[in-house]
């Protein structure tokens, strides 16, 4: 069984750039939920995909976006990049439904906006 | 008022004593726990889950709930230097398909050899 992967690692990006960033998620689970965390804090819910649909959002500008495959891997899209963008983002799978909840996280990527 | 509460610490403890981890939560209906450990520059890591109230032990960590009180802590014995780290207490306060989860900022751990 694969754990959850994401990619990049790091990425340092200017101002008004854009970034993708992708997650794979763990074998067996349809559910990936995308979080950032700045240095300090706990993480901050920006949004989470089921079997394709996004299933949540939280107090994110539209700029943060996001989609599912098929294979239930995961992008997020964030355009005109701001300073405050720089943190850690996290990804994290679950198997969904109603039998369990837990979210098992990725390594993440830190992103670092000049 | 936030609605996952705890201590940033840090909290200090010698090796081999009991750690002792607290978070309040503010959504009566909240169903699902969790304690997370995040080593720093790291991704958080499960710790514990927990959903009725009472005590869930496993190994060296006992997580315990209490939904009136709206309280669930993490208690670490025999704690190792290697234990040394923030302690992430995360709720999911619905039940059903959305699995979003509630963070606290988290206590900083430093267990002194």
């Known amino acids: 069984e694969t754990g959850v992967t994401q990619s990049p690692t790091h990425l340092i990006k200017t101002r008004g750039q854009q970034v993708t960033l992708r997650c794979s998620s763990q074998?067996?689970?349809?559910?990936v939920s995308w979080y950032q965390q700045a240095l300090g804090q706990g993480p901050q819910f920006i949004f989470q995909?089921?079997?394709?649909?996004?299933?949540g959002r939280g107090n994110f500008p539209p700029r943060f976006s996001g989609l599912q495959f098929p294979n239930y891997s995961s992008e997020l899209n964030v355009n005109a990049l701001e300073l405050d963008d720089s943190a850690l983002y996290l990804c994290?799978?679950?198997?969904?439904?109603?039998?369990?909840?837990?979210?098992?996280f990725g390594p993440g990527t830190r992103l670092t906006v000049l | 008022q936030k609605e996952v509460e705890q201590n940033s610490g840090p909290l200090s403890v010698p090796e081999g004593a009991i750690a002792s981890l607290n978070c309040t939560y503010s959504d009566r209906v909240s169903q699902s726990f969790f304690w997370y450990r995040q080593y720093s520059g790291k991704s958080p890591e499960l710790i514990m889950s927990i959903y009725s109230n009472g005590d869930k032990e496993d190994g060296r960590f006992t997580a315990q709930l209490n939904k009136a009180s709206q309280y669930v802590s993490l208690l670490i014995r025999d704690s190792q230097p290697s234990d040394s780290a923030t302690y992430l207490c995360?709720?999911?306060?619905?039940?059903?398909?959305?699995?979003?989860?509630?963070w606290g900022l988290g206590t900083s751990l430093a267990v002194n050899p």
């Open positions: 995360a709720v999911n306060p619905l039940a059903g398909n959305n699995r979003k989860l509630i």
């Open positions: 994290a799978s679950s198997e969904g439904g109603i039998s369990t909840d837990t979210q098992y």
């Open positions: 074998s067996g689970h349809n559910t």
């Open positions: 995909y089921y079997r394709e649909e996004e299933n």
